[in-house]
Protein backbone atom coordinates (compact mmCIF):
# COMPACT_ATOMS: atom_id res chain seq x y z
CA UNK A 1 0.00 0.00 0.00
CA UNK A 2 1.49 3.40 -1.00
CA UNK A 3 2.16 5.91 1.59
CA UNK A 4 2.03 9.88 1.62
CA UNK A 5 3.94 12.07 4.32
CA UNK A 6 2.54 15.45 5.05
CA UNK A 7 4.57 18.24 6.53
CA UNK A 8 2.17 21.04 7.99
CA UNK A 9 -0.34 18.42 8.29
CA UNK A 10 -2.69 21.02 9.72
CA UNK A 11 -2.54 23.21 7.01
CA UNK A 12 -6.37 23.56 5.29
CA UNK A 13 -4.39 22.79 1.90
CA UNK A 14 -2.54 20.24 2.84
CA UNK A 15 -4.80 18.79 4.62
CA UNK A 16 -7.16 18.36 1.81
CA UNK A 17 -4.07 16.71 -0.08
CA UNK A 18 -4.05 13.98 2.65
CA UNK A 19 -7.80 13.30 2.52
CA UNK A 20 -8.25 12.77 -1.25
CA UNK A 21 -4.68 10.64 -0.87
CA UNK A 22 -6.46 8.29 2.20
CA UNK A 23 -9.40 7.93 -0.17
CA UNK A 24 -7.63 6.36 -3.10
CA UNK A 25 -6.24 3.76 -0.33
CA UNK A 26 -3.01 5.42 0.52
CA UNK A 27 -1.83 4.90 3.98
CA UNK A 28 -1.20 9.12 5.03
CA UNK A 29 1.01 10.83 8.07
CA UNK A 30 1.96 13.91 8.70
CA UNK A 31 3.16 16.30 11.42
CA UNK A 32 3.15 20.30 12.18
CA UNK A 33 4.47 22.61 14.53
CA UNK A 34 1.20 22.98 16.62
CA UNK A 35 -2.06 21.14 17.72
CA UNK A 36 -5.19 22.94 15.70
CA UNK A 37 -8.28 21.97 14.85
CA UNK A 38 -7.60 20.46 11.61
CA UNK A 39 -4.78 18.54 13.15
CA UNK A 40 -6.89 17.40 15.76
CA UNK A 41 -10.06 16.21 12.89
CA UNK A 42 -7.14 14.35 11.07
CA UNK A 43 -6.22 12.21 14.16
CA UNK A 44 -10.31 11.28 14.72
CA UNK A 45 -10.10 10.66 10.86
CA UNK A 46 -7.59 7.86 11.56
CA UNK A 47 -4.06 9.90 10.06
CA UNK A 48 -1.00 9.35 11.85
CA UNK A 49 -0.31 12.96 13.14
CA UNK A 50 2.44 14.18 15.16
CA UNK A 51 2.92 17.54 16.84
CA UNK A 52 6.88 18.38 16.10
CA UNK A 53 9.06 18.21 13.26
CA UNK A 54 11.65 15.10 13.65
CA UNK A 55 13.28 11.94 11.68
CA UNK A 56 11.35 9.96 13.39
CA UNK A 57 8.06 10.93 11.81
CA UNK A 58 8.89 9.86 8.10
CA UNK A 59 8.10 6.75 7.71
CA UNK A 60 10.10 3.94 5.57
CA UNK A 61 7.83 3.08 2.82
CA UNK A 62 6.96 7.09 2.22
CA UNK A 63 6.41 7.25 -1.54
CA UNK A 64 5.50 11.06 -1.36
CA UNK A 65 5.92 13.84 0.44
CA UNK A 66 3.43 16.79 -0.03
CA UNK A 67 4.58 20.09 2.19
CA UNK A 68 3.65 23.28 3.09
CA UNK A 69 4.80 26.20 1.53
CA UNK A 70 6.45 27.36 5.21
CA UNK A 71 8.20 24.87 6.26
CA UNK A 72 11.31 26.92 4.69
CA UNK A 73 10.74 29.09 7.68
CA UNK A 74 13.81 29.08 10.42
CA UNK A 75 12.76 26.83 13.02
CA UNK A 76 14.10 26.01 16.77
CA UNK A 77 14.18 30.06 17.84
CA UNK A 78 15.74 31.45 14.66
CA UNK A 79 14.50 34.64 14.48
CA UNK A 80 11.81 36.35 11.31
CA UNK A 81 14.65 37.30 8.30
CA UNK A 82 17.39 35.67 9.77
CA UNK A 83 19.47 32.59 8.55
CA UNK A 84 16.72 29.27 8.39
CA UNK A 85 17.96 26.06 7.99
CA UNK A 86 15.62 23.10 5.92
CA UNK A 87 13.35 21.20 7.58
CA UNK A 88 14.40 18.03 9.07
CA UNK A 89 11.93 15.85 7.41
CA UNK A 90 12.28 17.47 3.81
CA UNK A 91 15.63 17.45 4.01
CA UNK A 92 15.13 13.19 5.23
CA UNK A 93 13.33 12.74 2.35
CA UNK A 94 15.54 14.14 -0.38
CA UNK A 95 18.10 12.24 0.89
CA UNK A 96 15.99 9.31 0.61
CA UNK A 97 15.06 10.34 -3.15
CA UNK A 98 11.29 10.51 -2.11
CA UNK A 99 9.04 12.07 -4.72
CA UNK A 100 8.64 15.81 -3.21
CA UNK A 101 5.81 17.87 -3.56
CA UNK A 102 4.38 21.79 -2.83
CA UNK A 103 1.26 22.03 -1.95
CA UNK A 104 -0.13 24.34 -5.26
CA UNK A 105 2.15 21.22 -7.20
CA UNK A 106 0.02 18.47 -5.98
CA UNK A 107 -3.09 19.82 -5.94
CA UNK A 108 -2.17 20.22 -9.63
CA UNK A 109 -0.90 16.53 -10.32
CA UNK A 110 -4.29 15.80 -8.82
CA UNK A 111 -6.40 17.79 -11.21
CA UNK A 112 -5.08 19.28 -14.14
CA UNK A 113 -5.91 16.36 -15.67
CA UNK A 114 -9.47 17.04 -14.84
CA UNK A 115 -11.99 19.67 -16.21
CA UNK A 116 -10.54 21.84 -13.85
CA UNK A 117 -12.42 25.33 -12.79
CA UNK A 118 -10.03 27.10 -10.93
CA UNK A 119 -11.00 29.96 -8.66
CA UNK A 120 -8.66 32.96 -8.09
CA UNK A 121 -8.94 36.20 -6.64
CA UNK A 122 -7.23 38.44 -4.34
CA UNK A 123 -10.11 37.97 -1.98
CA UNK A 124 -13.60 35.74 -2.31
CA UNK A 125 -12.16 32.68 -3.80
CA UNK A 126 -12.70 30.05 -0.35
CA UNK A 127 -16.66 31.23 -0.93
CA UNK A 128 -17.15 31.17 -4.30
CA UNK A 129 -15.26 28.09 -4.49
CA UNK A 130 -17.41 26.77 -1.82
CA UNK A 131 -20.72 27.60 -3.38
CA UNK A 132 -19.59 26.08 -6.68
CA UNK A 133 -18.68 22.95 -4.81
CA UNK A 134 -21.99 22.73 -2.87
CA UNK A 135 -23.62 23.51 -6.47
CA UNK A 136 -21.59 21.11 -8.32
CA UNK A 137 -22.06 18.41 -5.75
CA UNK A 138 -26.04 18.85 -5.79
CA UNK A 139 -26.25 18.67 -9.54
CA UNK A 140 -26.88 15.69 -11.79
CA UNK A 141 -23.03 16.49 -13.56
CA UNK A 142 -21.39 16.45 -9.90
CA UNK A 143 -17.97 17.47 -9.60
CA UNK A 144 -14.90 17.11 -6.70
CA UNK A 145 -14.01 20.53 -4.55
CA UNK A 146 -10.91 21.11 -2.80
CA UNK A 147 -11.35 24.19 -1.22
CA UNK A 148 -9.51 26.44 1.81
CA UNK A 149 -12.29 25.57 4.41
CA UNK A 150 -14.63 23.36 5.62
CA UNK A 151 -17.75 23.05 4.47
CA UNK A 152 -20.98 21.78 6.29
CA UNK A 153 -21.95 19.86 2.91
CA UNK A 154 -18.45 18.29 3.03
CA UNK A 155 -19.37 16.88 6.03
CA UNK A 156 -16.96 19.46 7.99
CA UNK A 157 -14.33 18.62 5.52
CA UNK A 158 -12.24 21.21 2.68
CA UNK A 159 -12.79 17.90 0.10
CA UNK A 160 -15.56 16.72 -2.18
CA UNK A 161 -15.53 13.97 -4.34
CA UNK A 162 -17.76 12.92 -6.68
CA UNK A 163 -15.88 10.00 -9.08
CA UNK A 164 -19.49 10.08 -11.02
CA UNK A 165 -17.79 13.19 -12.82
CA UNK A 166 -14.62 14.67 -14.05
CA UNK A 167 -15.31 18.17 -13.11
CA UNK A 168 -12.90 19.67 -9.99
CA UNK A 169 -13.21 23.23 -8.64
CA UNK A 170 -10.47 24.41 -6.71
CA UNK A 171 -9.04 27.29 -4.59
CA UNK A 172 -6.16 28.94 -6.90
CA UNK A 173 -3.96 31.23 -4.67
CA UNK A 174 -1.87 33.63 -6.20
CA UNK A 175 0.79 34.14 -3.81
CA UNK A 176 4.28 33.80 -5.24
CA UNK A 177 2.38 33.01 -8.88
CA UNK A 178 1.43 29.45 -7.24
CA UNK A 179 -1.88 29.28 -9.44
CA UNK A 180 0.47 28.74 -12.39
CA UNK A 181 1.44 25.21 -11.34
CA UNK A 182 -2.83 24.90 -12.63
CA UNK A 183 -4.14 24.68 -16.53
CA UNK A 184 -7.51 25.24 -15.51
CA UNK A 185 -10.45 24.28 -18.68
CA UNK A 186 -12.37 27.79 -16.79
CA UNK A 187 -10.67 30.43 -14.72
CA UNK A 188 -12.82 32.58 -12.25
CA UNK A 189 -11.45 35.58 -11.37
CA UNK A 190 -13.24 37.11 -8.20
CA UNK A 191 -11.01 40.53 -7.92
CA UNK A 192 -7.64 41.62 -8.31
CA UNK A 193 -6.82 43.76 -5.38
CA UNK A 194 -3.04 44.11 -5.28
CA UNK A 195 -1.97 42.03 -2.20
CA UNK A 196 1.37 39.66 -0.79
CA UNK A 197 3.41 43.07 -1.54
CA UNK A 198 6.20 40.99 0.39
CA UNK A 199 6.76 38.74 -2.95
CA UNK A 200 4.84 40.86 -5.46
CA UNK A 201 7.04 44.39 -6.46
CA UNK A 202 4.00 46.75 -7.55
CA UNK A 203 0.49 46.27 -8.36
CA UNK A 204 1.79 45.54 -12.39
CA UNK A 205 3.42 42.63 -11.12
CA UNK A 206 0.66 41.47 -9.35
CA UNK A 207 -1.29 42.01 -12.60
CA UNK A 208 0.86 40.31 -14.82
CA UNK A 209 0.12 36.63 -12.64
CA UNK A 210 -3.08 36.41 -13.00
CA UNK A 211 -2.51 37.72 -17.09
CA UNK A 212 -0.04 34.40 -17.18
CA UNK A 213 -3.14 32.36 -15.68
CA UNK A 214 -5.32 33.57 -18.13
CA UNK A 215 -2.92 32.45 -20.65
CA UNK A 216 -2.53 28.89 -19.25
CA UNK A 217 -6.55 28.65 -19.35
CA UNK A 218 -7.98 26.24 -21.84
CA UNK A 219 -11.60 27.13 -22.79
CA UNK A 220 -13.40 29.95 -20.58
CA UNK A 221 -12.99 33.09 -18.13
CA UNK A 222 -15.94 33.96 -15.39
CA UNK A 223 -14.86 37.46 -13.62
CA UNK A 224 -16.64 40.20 -12.19
CA UNK A 225 -17.64 43.06 -13.98
CA UNK A 226 -17.50 45.42 -11.12
CA UNK A 227 -14.11 44.78 -10.42
CA UNK A 228 -11.70 47.92 -11.49
CA UNK A 229 -8.47 44.96 -11.71
CA UNK A 230 -10.57 42.86 -13.72
CA UNK A 231 -11.16 45.41 -15.79
CA UNK A 232 -7.51 46.63 -16.59
CA UNK A 233 -6.35 43.00 -16.58
CA UNK A 234 -9.01 42.26 -19.86
CA UNK A 235 -7.84 45.28 -21.30
CA UNK A 236 -4.09 44.10 -20.74
CA UNK A 237 -4.36 41.36 -23.04
CA UNK A 238 -3.73 40.93 -26.52
CA UNK A 239 -6.67 40.76 -29.26
CA UNK A 240 -5.55 37.11 -29.51
CA UNK A 241 -6.58 35.95 -25.74
CA UNK A 242 -9.68 37.82 -26.44
CA UNK A 243 -10.71 35.90 -29.00
CA UNK A 244 -9.34 32.25 -28.26
CA UNK A 245 -11.48 32.08 -24.75
CA UNK A 246 -14.80 32.40 -24.58
CA UNK A 247 -15.29 35.18 -21.81
CA UNK A 248 -17.92 36.42 -19.39
CA UNK A 249 -18.89 39.64 -17.46
CA UNK A 250 -20.53 39.12 -14.42
CA UNK A 251 -22.53 41.79 -12.00
CA UNK A 252 -25.29 41.52 -9.77
CA UNK A 253 -27.94 40.83 -12.23
CA UNK A 254 -26.72 39.01 -15.08
CA UNK A 255 -24.26 37.88 -16.91
CA UNK A 256 -23.13 38.73 -20.75
CA UNK A 257 -20.78 36.21 -22.98
CA UNK A 258 -18.42 38.85 -24.68
CA UNK A 259 -18.14 37.24 -28.34
CA UNK A 260 -21.39 37.22 -28.47
CA UNK A 261 -22.67 40.40 -26.42
CA UNK A 262 -25.76 38.30 -25.11
CA UNK A 263 -26.75 39.27 -21.52
CA UNK A 264 -28.65 36.38 -19.57
CA UNK A 265 -30.21 37.51 -16.03
CA UNK A 266 -29.67 35.52 -13.52
CA UNK A 267 -32.21 35.80 -10.62
CA UNK A 268 -32.47 36.80 -7.21
CA UNK A 269 -31.32 34.15 -5.24
CA UNK A 270 -32.43 33.29 -1.57
CA UNK A 271 -29.13 32.58 -0.18
CA UNK A 272 -28.71 31.72 3.63
CA UNK A 273 -25.70 33.78 4.26
CA UNK A 274 -25.88 37.42 3.80
CA UNK A 275 -23.98 40.09 2.22
CA UNK A 276 -23.94 41.94 -1.24
CA UNK A 277 -20.36 40.38 -1.44
CA UNK A 278 -21.24 36.55 -1.19
CA UNK A 279 -24.14 37.86 -3.87
CA UNK A 280 -21.77 38.21 -6.16
CA UNK A 281 -19.90 35.49 -5.52
CA UNK A 282 -22.75 33.49 -6.15
CA UNK A 283 -23.61 34.55 -9.19
CA UNK A 284 -20.10 33.83 -10.15
CA UNK A 285 -20.86 30.53 -9.51
CA UNK A 286 -24.25 30.39 -11.19
CA UNK A 287 -22.51 31.66 -14.61
CA UNK A 288 -20.05 28.55 -14.54
CA UNK A 289 -22.90 26.53 -13.81
CA UNK A 290 -24.51 27.65 -17.11
CA UNK A 291 -20.78 27.08 -18.74
CA UNK A 292 -20.56 23.12 -17.61
CA UNK A 293 -24.08 22.45 -18.64
CA UNK A 294 -26.16 22.84 -15.52
CA UNK A 295 -29.90 23.14 -15.75
CA UNK A 296 -31.14 26.61 -14.48
CA UNK A 297 -33.29 24.94 -11.72
CA UNK A 298 -29.97 22.99 -10.78
CA UNK A 299 -27.94 26.04 -9.99
CA UNK A 300 -30.60 27.87 -8.27
CA UNK A 301 -31.04 25.09 -5.79
CA UNK A 302 -27.37 24.08 -5.42
CA UNK A 303 -26.74 27.75 -4.73
CA UNK A 304 -29.52 28.09 -2.30
CA UNK A 305 -28.24 25.04 -0.38
CA UNK A 306 -24.87 26.45 0.19
CA UNK A 307 -25.24 27.04 4.33
CA UNK A 308 -21.96 28.98 4.81
CA UNK A 309 -18.53 27.32 5.81
CA UNK A 310 -15.86 27.20 8.53
CA UNK A 311 -14.51 31.15 9.30
CA UNK A 312 -16.38 33.05 6.79
CA UNK A 313 -18.62 35.43 8.64
CA UNK A 314 -19.31 31.48 10.69
CA UNK A 315 -21.65 31.39 13.21
CA UNK A 316 -19.28 30.10 16.56
CA UNK A 317 -22.25 30.44 19.22
CA UNK A 318 -24.12 32.14 21.70
CA UNK A 319 -23.15 33.35 25.05
CA UNK A 320 -24.61 32.33 28.26
CA UNK A 321 -25.40 35.99 28.11
CA UNK A 322 -26.84 35.95 24.85
CA UNK A 323 -24.33 37.69 23.01
CA UNK A 324 -23.38 35.91 19.18
CA UNK A 325 -19.65 34.88 18.35
CA UNK A 326 -18.45 35.07 14.48
CA UNK A 327 -15.75 33.95 13.22
CA UNK A 328 -14.03 35.56 9.92
CA UNK A 329 -10.81 34.61 8.15
CA UNK A 330 -10.67 37.93 6.54
CA UNK A 331 -7.49 39.85 6.80
CA UNK A 332 -7.09 42.39 3.83
CA UNK A 333 -8.48 45.82 4.20
CA UNK A 334 -11.18 44.99 1.15
CA UNK A 335 -12.28 42.48 3.19
CA UNK A 336 -13.12 43.63 5.96
CA UNK A 337 -15.82 46.26 5.08
CA UNK A 338 -18.41 44.05 3.24
CA UNK A 339 -18.13 41.45 6.64
CA UNK A 340 -19.04 44.01 8.53
CA UNK A 341 -21.78 45.37 6.67
CA UNK A 342 -23.24 42.22 6.34
CA UNK A 343 -23.13 41.43 9.76
CA UNK A 344 -24.41 44.99 10.95
CA UNK A 345 -27.15 44.45 8.12
CA UNK A 346 -27.84 41.44 9.78
CA UNK A 347 -28.37 42.28 13.50
CA UNK A 348 -29.09 45.94 13.17
CA UNK A 349 -29.87 45.86 17.04
CA UNK A 350 -26.49 44.95 18.28
CA UNK A 351 -23.07 46.17 18.74
CA UNK A 352 -20.28 45.11 16.62
CA UNK A 353 -17.01 44.21 18.83
CA UNK A 354 -14.00 43.26 16.10
CA UNK A 355 -11.04 41.30 17.47
CA UNK A 356 -9.03 41.56 14.35
CA UNK A 357 -5.44 40.37 14.67
CA UNK A 358 -3.52 42.06 11.53
CA UNK A 359 -1.63 39.03 9.33
CA UNK A 360 1.78 39.70 8.95
CA UNK A 361 3.66 42.84 9.33
CA UNK A 362 4.70 43.62 5.73
CA UNK A 363 0.81 43.68 4.29
CA UNK A 364 0.02 45.79 7.53
CA UNK A 365 2.83 48.12 6.68
CA UNK A 366 1.91 48.29 3.39
CA UNK A 367 -1.95 49.11 3.07
CA UNK A 368 -1.97 51.03 6.50
CA UNK A 369 -3.61 53.90 4.95
CA UNK A 370 -6.32 51.45 4.00
CA UNK A 371 -6.73 49.63 7.50
CA UNK A 372 -7.20 52.72 9.10
CA UNK A 373 -10.71 53.17 7.64
CA UNK A 374 -11.40 50.27 7.49
CA UNK A 375 -13.64 49.96 10.84
CA UNK A 376 -15.55 52.98 10.87
CA UNK A 377 -18.63 51.47 11.04
CA UNK A 378 -18.23 49.02 13.77
CA UNK A 379 -18.53 49.55 17.41
CA UNK A 380 -15.60 48.60 19.23
CA UNK A 381 -11.62 47.03 17.75
CA UNK A 382 -9.77 45.24 20.16
CA UNK A 383 -6.35 44.35 18.40
CA UNK A 384 -4.48 41.42 20.53
CA UNK A 385 -0.66 41.41 18.20
CA UNK A 386 0.08 41.16 14.87
CA UNK A 387 0.67 37.31 13.65
CA UNK A 388 3.96 37.37 11.65
CA UNK A 389 4.64 35.47 8.83
CA UNK A 390 7.17 35.43 6.04
CA UNK A 391 8.44 39.30 7.98
CA UNK A 392 11.60 41.06 8.04
CA UNK A 393 13.11 42.50 10.81
CA UNK A 394 12.75 45.64 9.52
CA UNK A 395 8.50 45.29 9.42
CA UNK A 396 8.70 43.95 12.85
CA UNK A 397 10.26 46.78 13.90
CA UNK A 398 8.21 49.36 12.28
CA UNK A 399 4.78 47.89 12.12
CA UNK A 400 3.57 47.96 15.79
CA UNK A 401 0.20 47.53 16.95
CA UNK A 402 0.45 50.82 18.69
CA UNK A 403 1.31 52.47 15.65
CA UNK A 404 -1.72 50.48 14.00
CA UNK A 405 -3.82 51.89 16.74
CA UNK A 406 -2.86 55.29 16.07
CA UNK A 407 -3.53 55.46 12.66
CA UNK A 408 -7.40 53.84 13.50
CA UNK A 409 -8.34 56.31 16.14
CA UNK A 410 -8.92 59.32 13.72
CA UNK A 411 -11.44 57.09 11.96
CA UNK A 412 -12.44 55.43 15.23
CA UNK A 413 -12.36 56.33 18.73
CA UNK A 414 -13.11 53.07 20.45
CA UNK A 415 -9.99 51.00 19.70
CA UNK A 416 -7.54 49.26 21.93
CA UNK A 417 -4.30 47.54 21.62
CA UNK A 418 -5.44 44.47 23.94
CA UNK A 419 -1.76 43.09 24.10
CA UNK A 420 -2.13 39.89 23.27
CA UNK A 421 -4.86 37.00 22.86
CA UNK A 422 -5.06 36.07 26.37
CA UNK A 423 -5.89 39.57 27.15
CA UNK A 424 -8.49 39.92 24.32
CA UNK A 425 -9.83 37.23 25.96
CA UNK A 426 -10.67 38.92 29.20
CA UNK A 427 -11.67 42.10 27.51
CA UNK A 428 -14.50 39.66 25.72
CA UNK A 429 -15.46 38.10 28.99
CA UNK A 430 -15.83 40.83 30.51
CA UNK A 431 -18.09 42.45 28.15
CA UNK A 432 -20.22 39.62 27.91
CA UNK A 433 -20.59 39.19 31.49
CA UNK A 434 -21.61 43.03 31.49
CA UNK A 435 -23.26 43.04 28.69
CA UNK A 436 -26.52 40.72 28.00
CA UNK A 437 -27.45 39.94 24.49
CA UNK A 438 -25.87 43.55 23.39
CA UNK A 439 -23.00 42.52 20.84
CA UNK A 440 -22.03 40.31 17.68
CA UNK A 441 -18.22 39.80 19.10
CA UNK A 442 -16.78 38.82 15.41
CA UNK A 443 -13.16 37.49 15.95
CA UNK A 444 -11.51 38.44 12.76
CA UNK A 445 -7.96 37.11 10.81
CA UNK A 446 -5.82 34.26 9.55
CA UNK A 447 -4.06 33.54 12.13
CA UNK A 448 -4.03 32.54 16.07
CA UNK A 449 -7.19 34.79 16.85
CA UNK A 450 -9.48 32.16 15.78
CA UNK A 451 -8.31 30.03 19.18
CA UNK A 452 -10.30 32.71 21.08
CA UNK A 453 -13.37 30.36 20.16
CA UNK A 454 -12.54 28.04 22.32
CA UNK A 455 -12.08 30.62 25.39
CA UNK A 456 -15.25 31.52 25.50
CA UNK A 457 -18.26 29.49 26.48
CA UNK A 458 -20.90 29.19 23.64
CA UNK A 459 -24.26 27.32 22.73
CA UNK A 460 -24.32 26.47 19.05
Given at each position: ?????L?G??G??VSAI???Y?????T???????E???T???????????????A?NL?E????L?HT???F??E?????G?A?R?NVE?????????????????L?????S??Q?A?????????T?S???????????GG????GT?????????????????W???EA??????????????T????I??D????????????????SL?QQ?K???V????D?????????L??S????L??H???MDE?TE????I??SIP??H??????H???D????????A??G??????IR???A?G?S???????????H?N???S???????E????FA?????????E?????????A??TR??L????I??VDV???I????????DT?A???Y?T?????N??L?????????????????I?LQ?D?????????????????????????V??
Amino acid sequence: MPHLHLIGAGGIGVSAIGRYYKHLGWTVSGSDSSESEITRDLVREGFDIHIGHRAENLPENTELLVHTEGIFIAEAGIAHGGASRLNVELALAQSRGIKIRSYPQALGDITNSTHQVAVAGSHGKSSTTSLLGVMLANSSIGGSTIVGTKLQQFWGKNLWIDERSDWFAIEACEYKRHFLEYTPFITVITNIDVDHLDYYKDEADYLTAFVSLVQQTKYAVVLSALDAGCVKLFDQLPASEKQRLKWHWVTMDEYTEVSTGISTSIPHLHLKVPGEHLRLDANLAYTVGALVGMAHEERIRGLEAYGGSWRRSEIVGTTIHGNLVMSDYGHHPSELKPTFAAIKQQYPDRELVVIFQPHQAARTRALLADFAISFVDVDQVIIPNIYLSRDTEADIAYMTVDRLVNAILPHQKNVRNAGDISHAIEIVLQLDAMNHEKYVFLIQGAGSVDEIRYAIPVKP
